[in-house]
């Protein structure tokens, strides 16, 4: 058999991410291409329970880091595990979630490894002479550029939303292997000893499938209460412009954008947004984007497929009990 395919996985608090079981989906797809097994990485505390899941979704054998250094991410830690690892097993190529922590982990695994990188993928093709085409935007989203890895072995991470996960399949079940480590606290130059929130939990931007965002136009934060009881009936989550973010309406972790989050949600409704191009780049690859506007020449229009012209303080309690109708019956 070849060189396998390898995935690093995420979870929080004991729980896989979303986006995890679809990056372990799209490497059971580039693995069956390629006629090769499937290995999983989960690194963590007291986390075999879950490990067993990623085999319903097509992992072939699961790799298990546990200790409690690894309760907290660290770049060290993850780092040097992640890249002994990969110098043991040899994988034809590497796949991870393109989430704020594998934004970190990648580039640090990449050149350690002295291999390529190819970040934020939203398409995964074969070559005929075997190689894993990388599929990317840029410049905005302006254009869509095809990569091609001269190094063993290759590395993309994927974004959030784009690929499909397998429906779990309990009939399938994977190896699931504990790691002796080799690295220990006093390894690591720093130590993350607590997390502090400063917002309620609740979903990431980025792994949301509806989002309902507010800019400029919603005029000052105490107005994002009618998006924030939307986005509940609706089961999704609110987000925000860099103009809004700016003004101190909302914090950063909400902010869509060139230079904030790029989202990749089924529905995505912009609410006094008018739409430059920095927020369009982040979400340009968004299923479905309603607009609602009372300029009906801001530029949000040009890429939405549904507009409402007209003031959003009207609009959305409208739709907001029309839907409560629906959703009553």
């Given at each position: 058999m070849s060189k396998p395919v390898f995935v690093i996985t995420e979870q929080r608090d004991g729980v896989f991410i979303k986006v995890t079981y679809e990056v372990v989906s799209e490497g059971r797809r580039i693995?069956?291409?390629?006629?090769?097994?499937?290995?999983?990485?989960?690194?963590?505390?007291?986390?075999?329970?879950?490990?067993?899941?990623?085999?319903?979704?097509?992992?072939?054998?699961?790799?298990?880091?546990?200790?409690?250094?690894?309760?907290?991410?660290?770049?060290?830690?993850?780092?040097?595990?992640?890249?002994?690892?990969?110098?043991?097993?040899?994988?034809?190529?590497?796949?991870?979630?393109?989430?704020?922590?594998?934004?970190?982990?990648?580039?640090?695994?990449?050149?350690?490894?002295?291999i390529g990188l190819a970040t934020d993928c939203i398409r995964l093709l074969i070559s005929e002479n075997g190689k894993i085409i990388a599929c990317r935007p840029m410049y905005a989203g302006k254009i869509i550029a095809d990569y091609?890895?001269?190094?063993?072995?290759?590395?993309?991470?994927?974004?959030?939303?784009?690929?499909?996960?397998?429906e779990p399949d309990p009939s399938k079940s994977a190896i699931v292997e504990k790691i002796n480590l080799t690295i220990s606290s006093s390894d690591l130059k720093t130590v993350v000893k607590k997390i502090v929130t400063t917002t309620a939990a609740k979903m990431d931007l980025t792994e949301a499938d509806i989002i309902v965002s507010g800019g400029r136009g919603m005029k000052c934060p105490e107005n994002y209460k009618i998006l924030e009881e939307l986005a509940?009936?609706?089961?999704?989550?609110?987000?925000?412009?860099?103009?809004?973010?700016?003004?101190?309406?909302?914090?950063?972790?909400?902010?869509?954008?060139?230079?904030?989050?790029?989202?990749?949600?089924?529905?995505?409704?912009?609410?006094?947004?008018?739409?430059?191009?920095?927020?369009?780049?982040?979400?340009?690859?968004?299923?479905?984007?309603?607009?609602?506007?009372?300029?009906?020449?801001?530029?949000?229009?040009?890429?939405?497929?549904?507009?409402?012209?007209?003031?959003?303080f009207e609009v959305i309690p409208q739709l907001t009990e029309e839907l409560k109708k629906v959703i009553e019956k």
């Open positions: 693995a069956d291409q390629l006629q090769t097994e499937l290995i999983t990485i989960t690194l963590c505390s007291e986390v075999l329970d879950i490990a067993e899941q990623l085999g319903n979704y097509g992992a072939d054998k699961v790799l298990v880091a546990e200790s409690d250094i690894f309760i907290n991410y660290t770049a060290e830690g993850y780092t040097k595990v992640i890249t002994d690892i990969v110098r043991q097993i040899d994988p034809v190529g590497i796949l991870l979630p393109a989430t704020a922590i594998d934004k970190d982990l990648a580039p640090r695994v990449a050149a350690k490894l002295d091609e890895f001269d190094s063993i072995p290759q590395m993309v991470s994927l974004r959030s939303n784009i690929f499909f996960a397998n509940e009936l609706l089961g999704g989550v609110v987000g925000a412009s860099r103009a809004a973010v700016d003004a101190g309406w909302r914090p950063h972790s909400d902010q869509i954008g060139q230079t904030g989050k790029t989202v990749s949600p089924k529905l995505y409704i912009a609410c006094g947004i008018s739409g430059a191009i920095q927020h369009l780049a982040g979400i340009r690859s968004s299923k479905c984007i309603v607009a609602i506007n009372k300029d009906a020449t801001a530029p949000i229009f040009e890429k939405a497929d549904y507009g409402i012209v007209g003031d959003l």
